[in-house]
């Protein structure tokens, strides 16, 4: 049984996690729940938990400072990311210290539950497995062989579920030199038989009908030790693998080259400019541009972990751009098991977006700078903006500026400036405790008296007011889930 603790200083989203999921099918068992990073550390010193689901955003202790701590004290306890926060530098940094998963919970609906877990389980499931085959290999190193062979073959799948029977019979009855090595990933050295060649033909005809499914020629073991080479393969399926999978193409070929490095991190200042690059907007229309960013990200060849929360980043900032203008949001399709599905799924995204954009009566270099617009006013609501200014950063003279703006956006550019002032502001009093001349100031309001007086304008009651009803709501309803 997968023991699991919850924290989140959202009573309501605690609640609601533990009495909704379906932990009972993946073998897993709600043993604790903590308000903060400091009590989720007093219970892991009393019990054992297996699985940690912790938000990022809290107070007394975030949930960087509890990953940091949790990762040297208890280094067996597997991490999931559970927030709202959808900060680019807040995700590296969960992934950097070992999260295995990054879950928006924007995108957390009751459906998807079942979803969810079963791709936290198998990651579990994973990660075991080959830390036990890792402990195993040190135990017999001084049994370790040297392979006197050039070449050897890998099976290998994206699958997290267990293997085909296509290829589990295969396994079971293949008398040449196998070797399991993890969930879905066998290493076999050519047959030495005729009956083995016969058996091996007809699992390369076969591979075809295993969807997931591909067989690796490895070259370049030879002289090498079992350890070196197993370690090797055990990389390659947790780094490249994601990125090098095409069901087009059944049987491959790889070689271990000397110093060669699987999976090598590029830098953080790749990323962040990557990040610039696709948040820009300009890959909608750019064939060159859209082009590169892909090849790009391709290149940096994150852990897939890490990837997928690199895309939630792109799709939250993307609908926040998007909001006025396109009916539908944007969604991240539910499973993405190698690039290539990446890509097919920006490329719908892509072509969504412009089909889109193409019923605007206004043309893509309008809308493009209309969109750079909503995004400078965004990113800098605390700070004195006006239309003047904006209009002139996307180059644009003002008085046209505040026609394209009101077409494109269906808002004149003061009034949506208001509301989304508001909205910032409404987002602070319920999900921070900041005090109310401190939201005033990064909201853009310098007197925090005229800031209460808009807000209660705008909804009614003043922002101490708003607070109070809000968290209450936020209780009754946790109240209503126990």
Known sequence: MIRVIVVDDDKLVRKGLISAMPWDDFGMEVVGEASNGEKALEFLAENEVDLMLTDLSMPVMSGIDLMRIARKKYPHTHIVVLTLHQ?????????????????????????????????????????????????????????????????????????RVSASN???????????????LGLNLFFCLPPSSSEGERLFESLEKEMDACSDWAMIKLSGIVNRTTEEVYGWIREYKDKDFFYDYNPTVK???????????????????????????????????QDTLYRRNLDELKHLHLPQAKLIGFLYVLVDRWNHLFVKIIPATVQLQDSLDSWQQVEVWIDQTRDHIRHVLGRIEFSPEVIMCIMKA?????????????????????????????????????????????????????????????????????????????????????????????????????????????
């Not at 190193?141 to 699958?159: A, K, P, T, W």
């Open 87 to 159: 900060d680019f530098e807040y995700i590296q940094e969960a992934m950097r210290l070992g999260a295995i998963d990054y879950i928006a919970k924007v995108q957390l609906e009751k459906e998807r539950f079942e979803e969810v877990l079963g791709r936290i389980h198998n990651r579990i499931m994973e990660q075991d497995q080959l830390s036990n085959k890792n402990n195993k290999g040190q135990r017999d190193r001084q049994d370790d062989e040297v392979f006197s062979i050039d070449h050897g073959y890998v099976l290998i799948s994206m699958n």
């Open 166 to 180: 296509r290829v589990r019979n295969w396994v079971s009855s293949y008398n040449g030199s196998l070797k399991e």
């Open 374 to 482: 909503v995004d400078l006013l965004q990113e800098g609501l605390e700070q004195q903006i006006t239309a003047t200014d904006i209009a002139k950063r996307v180059n644009m003279s003002r008085s046209y500026f505040s026609q394209c703006f009101k077409g494109i956006v269906g808002d004149n550019f003061n009034h949506y400036l208001r509301q989304a002032r508001m909205e910032k502001a409404k987002h602070y009093l319920l999900y921070s405790n900041k005090t109310i001349s401190w939201i005033a100031n990064n909201v853009g309001y310098e007197d925090d008296k005229y800031f209460s007086r808009s807000f209660r304008e705008q909804t009614g009651m003043l922002p101490s007011e708003y607070r109070v009803i809000a968290q209450e709501g936020r209780d009754m309803s946790a109240n209503e889930i126990e």
């Open 251 to 285: 049987v491959m070929g790889k070689s271990i080259g000397a110093g060669e490095s699987v999976g090598e991190v590029r830098a953080e200042e790749s990323m962040t400019l990557l990040k610039s690059n696709w948040e820009a907007l300009e890959w909608i229309y």
